[in-house]
């Protein structure tokens, strides 16, 4: 069986990031894009070779050509269009964060539940060998003490796609700043890790005042046997104090990891071992691909359900005083 996808919302992250993933994977095809400004519909489709284009949501969803949907819209609009197109029984691949908050989340998994259609959310790091390396090795270190993650960003960061207007600082499009399109992949690679949080406690601010959102967050979680992970999140620093590191330190040893590069180290009895990895350029194809094998049957496991999207939201609220657990 062949999934065939349309896109909703073929903007930038869709070019290299995700787009043309669709073609490459097995059994895939990208049948149909859309965006609201048609011509940029048209450009995007011409240039990836896409034979539909569309200004309207609605319109790719219910084109009978198009079996699947990936929603790729900014946040605001996911719940929208999720729900619109799991009406239309096609099953969904969501961008994280998955919606501007868990209640909206809810609202998507029950709509998944309500018409029997599979919901699947793009925590695509999940899907990458050096993550699923480092999972494995966390066996390597004993018990497991603590996890402290440190994202350090001046508020001009090559790390953070661009896009014509800035909505990822935006609340009211994005849920949040930069941390709400960062951090979702490190909030969720510590569920994929250690499972669902006891506790989680946290605080923002707005101390720079460049835009409406916050632009440093701080974050502690309780996970089972008391492992600490402690977060800070900050978009406001000098480029020279720039950082990507997480650390997980165990009963005999730790890992050590930007959340955006090709490695990872494992010290050891004072010995350190380097491994390497090399990032696929569609750097969302390995979970594509899982998901193809998912919505098409062939596979019972979902890459990363719904549960997992809204317990990264439920989380992100809590530290943006949101909401309290």
């Known amino acids: 069986m062949s999934v065939n996808w349309g896109i909703i919302g073929c903007g930038d992250v869709t070019e290299i990031k995700s787009g043309p993933a669709f073609n490459k994977a097995e059994n895939s095809s990208l049948a149909a894009v859309m965006r609201r400004d048609i011509e940029k519909a048209k450009d995007y489709a011409q240039r990836h070779n896409v034979r539909k284009f569309y200004a309207d949501a609605n319109a790719l969803i219910n084109d009978p050509e198009v079996s699947a949907v990936y929603v790729a819209t900014p946040p605001a609009f996911h719940e929208e269009h999720t729900i619109a197109a799991l009406k239309a029984e096609k099953p969904v691949y969501v961008e994280k964060p998955m919606a501007l908050s868990e209640e909206s989340c809810r609202k998507m998994i029950e709509a998944s539940k309500k018409y029997s259609t599979k919901l699947t959310v793009a925590h695509y790091r999940r ?118 590191h997480c650390e997980i330190v165990g009963s005999e040893g730790k890992i050590s990891f930007p959340f955006h590069g090709n490695f990872c180290q494992l010290i050891k009895r004072g010995n350190t071992e380097t491994f390497n990895f090399h990032s696929p350029r569609h750097i969302q194809q390995p979970m594509i691909e899982e998901v193809v094998k998912y919505f098409a049957g062939e596979s019972p496991v979902n890459p990363c359900d719904a549960e997992e999207g809204a317990k990264v939201l439920r989380i992100m609220d809590i530290l943006t005083g949101k909401h309290h657990l």
């Open 127 to 244: 899907a990458l060998p050096m993550f699923r390396k480092i999972k494995d090795l966390l066996s390597e270190i004993g018990d497991i003490r603590f996890a402290s993650i440190q994202f350090l960003q001046p508020a001009q960061t090559d790390l953070v796609a661009t896009s014509e207007v800035n909505w990822r600082v935006d609340p009211q499009i994005s849920g949040g700043g930069l941390f709400h399109d960062m951090a979702p992949h490190h909030i969720d690679l510590m569920l994929y890790f250690f499972g669902d949080p006891l506790r989680v406690s946290g605080y923002s601010a707005n101390q720079s005042g460049l835009y409406p959102a916050d632009d440093i967050v701080s974050g502690e979680f309780v996970f089972k046997n008391n492992v600490i992970c402690k977060g800070l999140w900050c978009f406001n620093i000098s480029n020279e104090e720039a950082k990507d």
